[in-house]
């Protein structure tokens, strides 16, 4: 497996898919966006889907995080949604996901977290 290099406290690249989820989906998935519930979480995982076209992209400072991602290696826009869970806490209201692209210019893989607390 490719070595996973720490960008910031929110932000991963590798040359290899990063989040569990996509390591154990990806290299077999043939739709571009499907919803799995996996450890626990409902998922959305598959081939790439652009991020404003994501079915997660309702919570506004998502769609805005989604339609800004960059890819970690080249910084280019050209990128896909191959992976992505949200989870608002019941108590709270905080708003908390991740979600990986792969860029369509370079192949390379950059994994994002937010919590919003």
Same mark, same amino acid.
């Given at each position: 497996?490719?070595?996973?290099?720490?960008?910031?406290?929110?932000?991963?690249?590798?040359?290899?898919?990063?989040?569990?989820?996509?390591?154990?989906?990806?290299?077999?998935?043939?739709?571009?966006? &499907?919803?799995?519930?996996?450890?626990?979480? *409902?998922? $959305?995982?598959?081939?790439? /889907?652009?991020? #404003? @076209?994501?079915?997660?992209?309702?919570?506004?400072?998502?769609?805005?995080?989604?339609?800004?991602?960059?890819?970690?290696?080249?910084?280019?826009?050209?990128?896909?949604?191959?992976?992505?869970? &949200?989870?608002?806490?019941?108590?709270?209201? *905080?708003? $908390?996901?991740?979600?990986? /692209?792969?860029? #369509? @210019?370079?192949?390379?893989?950059?994994?994002?977290?937010?919590?919003?607390?």
């Amino acid at each position: 497996m490719a070595a996973i290099e720490d960008l910031s406290n929110s932000v991963r690249r590798s040359t290899a898919p990063i989040l569990s989820i996509t390591r154990q989906f990806y290299p077999f998935d043939t739709e571009p966006c &499907t919803l799995t519930h996996f450890q626990g979480q *409902d998922w $959305y995982h598959g081939t790439g /889907i652009t991020p #404003q @076209t994501h079915p997660a992209s309702r919570f506004p400072v998502l769609f805005s995080d989604l339609c800004s991602s960059v890819c970690g290696f080249c910084a280019s826009p050209q990128v896909l949604v191959v992976a992505l869970q &949200t989870c608002v806490n019941p108590m709270s209201g *905080d708003l $908390y996901y991740d979600y990986e /692209i792969v860029c #369509q @210019t370079c192949g390379g893989f950059t994994a994002f977290a937010y919590a919003e607390n």
